[in-house]
């Protein structure tokens, strides 16, 4: 897995010039000379050199008592109308049956919400109870999942550099995208880790980018939402909307101020990255540079309430990822919290987060 890249889109190629010039229409055929017409025939059914039109349709003389042109004694019948065959009638069911398991299929991956057209995902209020599920994960979960095995990849420690802080308090910045389907992942394990320190306000619930891959993973946005917390000053930065109408389609939602941009790329530099979705600063200690785990094999298909109801289940690879993600992230801010609150930052499954990652 790597990180997603920011920036607009590419305009697609066009032709120069404009509309294409219109084909220049070829010159006429001259008429031909009626060279067999007698002297005396008259004209009807001579033109462009054709002898003229009989009762029996050919060039030669017409009987007597005819008209011209009409079928003699012989009634006119519409042509009886034409039916389909049961074999084109099968293909037929076939088709429609393809279509409608197809609209479902899309229904499932977009997690069924809806995309207006323009506009991107929709985004609606994350009801209580979803966020209730979220921030509850039973104790016992979060022991039992511990680091979330090898799903799971540890956020980087460096030691030695300035302490970020704001408001008196260590600072946790958050920099991501609402078309990113890698920031969509890392949410869901914010979202339970951070309530572990205060109270959650004005969560949203959205999709990742439909047209980028994997598609439409089902998330929560941090524009507009509220960490209040007395031990730590949560500031997200949804840097980018989602896609409307295609990828890369999507624009600057919060712009970041020079300092952000400059933790963003002297820490993923120090990394061998390049300034990529997600990145998590946890005081200047501990980060986080690219996703955690890889929501194409986790989350995809699901949408929240599936994936919350997953979470007090230890043994469910979703559970695994996001707790033990979680877990690791919780460690990270005990560090810079002097392991408060206790009852917090001693629990089992945040101990063995700790101790991997060699955190005092």
């Excluded at 002297?266 to 990394?271: A, C, L, N, Q």
Aim: contains cysteine; hydrophobic residues 35%; proline residues 12%.
């Amino acid at each position: 897995m790597s990180q997603v890249r920011p920036g607009a889109g590419q305009s697609g190629n066009q032709r120069p010039g404009g509309t294409p010039p219109r084909k220049p229409t070829p010159p006429r055929r001259p008429a031909t000379k009626n060279t067999s017409a007698k002297p005396g025939a008259t004209k009807t059914g001579a033109a462009k050199g054709r002898p003229p039109t009989t009762a029996a349709g050919k060039g030669g003389p017409a009987k007597p008592g005819s008209k011209a042109g009409a079928r003699p004694n012989k009634p006119v019948t519409a042509r009886p109308p034409s039916r389909f065959s049961p074999a084109t009638m099968g293909f037929a069911a076939v088709g429609l049956v393809v279509v409608i398991v197809l609209v479902f299929v899309v229904i499932k991956v977009t997690g069924g919400s809806s995309t207006p057209p323009g506009q991107g995902p929709a985004i609606t209020a994350a009801p209580p109870s979803l966020v209730d599920e979220v921030t509850g994960v039973p104790p016992s979960v979060v022991t039992a999942v511990g680091t979330g095995g090898s799903s799971v990849v540890a956020p980087q420690v460096l030691s030695g550099q300035p302490p970020l802080t704001s408001g008196g308090k260590p600072e946790v910045l958050f920099i991501g995208a609402e078309f990113c389907p890698y920031c969509a992942a890392e949410r869901w394990a914010m979202v339970n880790a951070f309530s572990r320190f205060g109270t959650w306000s004005g969560l949203r619930e959205t999709t990742s980018s439909p047209y980028d891959t994997p598609p439409a993973i089902a998330t929560f946005t941090f524009h507009g939402a509220t960490l209040t917390s007395q031990y730590v000053d949560f500031v997200p930065v949804e840097h980018e909307t989602n896609d409307t109408t295609a990828l890369g389609t999507r624009k600057v939602l919060q712009p970041l101020t020079a300092k952000q941009q400059n933790l963003w790329s002297t820490y993923s530099s120090h990394y061998g990255q390049q300034t990529g979705y997600p990145f998590v600063d946890f005081g200047n200690k501990v980060f986080v540079i690219g996703p955690s785990y890889n929501p194409a094999t986790i989350l995809a298909g699901l949408n929240q309430p599936e994936i919350a109801a997953k979470l007090t289940n230890p043994n469910d690879p979703v559970t695994q990822a996001i707790v033990g993600t979680a877990n690791y992230m919780t460690a990270a801010v005990c560090s810079l919290t002097h392991q408060q609150p206790a009852s917090v930052c001693t629990a089992a499954g945040v101990t063995k987060a700790k101790t991997a990652l060699k955190l005092s």
